[in-house]
Every structure is written in structure tokens, then in C-alpha cells.
């Protein structure tokens, strides 16, 4: 971040303008993919936590995949919200610069 404004990582060719509506999409797209992720990853952890129960003679393994699961799925959700953090300041942009597409 520079001089408090929000960066953006991303390519872009000299002199030409930025496709907010296409950042828009892109960043909607990452934003349900990062949720379904997390949503996979906390299924896994309830499963293995299930596991712990019903496979006591390996419950220790069975401990450590739920607690990763559980990061993975903390993780996921941290970015869907960066995401859509994303999304909503290049809806922001598109608005702004009067783009032609109109997605909501």
C-alpha cells in the first residue's frame, strides 16, 4: 500500500486503461472459490474430528489433519473476505469511471 491508497499486484500494459469490470469478475470468481474451499476444509475437520472418535488407535494422526483442516479453512475464509474486498473496490472503480457494464 502506498500513501494510504490501495495497491493493486496486478500486470499492466503502459498506457492502457484497467478493465474494472473484468477485475470485477475476476475477483468475484476468487471470491467464491475461496469459499468453497473453506467450506470443503471445515467439512474435512468436522470429519476427521469424527474420526478421532471412531478410530481411537490413530487419533493423534487423526487430531493433527482436523487442526490443519481447520487452519486451511481459516485461511480460505480470510481470503474469500479479501476478495470481496477486491471485488467491491473495483465495483467501486467501475462506477467511478462510468464503465459500460453494468454486473448487479
Known amino acids: 500500500m502506498t500513501g494510504g491508497k ?3 499486484h496486478h500486470i499492466q500494459e503502459e498506457n492502457k486503461p484497467i478493465d474494472y ?7 468475484k470468481h476468487n471470491e467464491h472459490v ?5 467450506v470443503a476444509a471445515v467439512a474435512f475437520a468436522k470429519h476427521e474430528k469424527h ?3 471412531k478410530d481411537p488407535a490413530h487419533a ?3 487430531k493433527i489433519k482436523q487442526e490443519i483442516a481447520t487452519t486451511v479453512a481459516v485461511a480460505a475464509g ?3 473476505l479479501h476478495e470481496h474486498h477486491e471485488k467491491k473496490e473495483a465495483k467501486k472503480q467501475m462506477k467511478k469511471h462510468h464503465h459500460g ?3 448487479f
Open 101 to 103: 457494464h453494468h454486473f
Open 6 to 8: 490501495h495497491h493493486h
Open 34 to 38: 475461496a469459499k468453497l474451499g473453506a
Open 60 to 62: 493423534h494422526r487423526h
Open 51 to 53: 474420526m478421532i472418535k
Open 21 to 27: 469490470a473484468q477485475e470485477f469478475k475476476h475477483h
Open 78 to 80: 480470510g481470503y474469500a
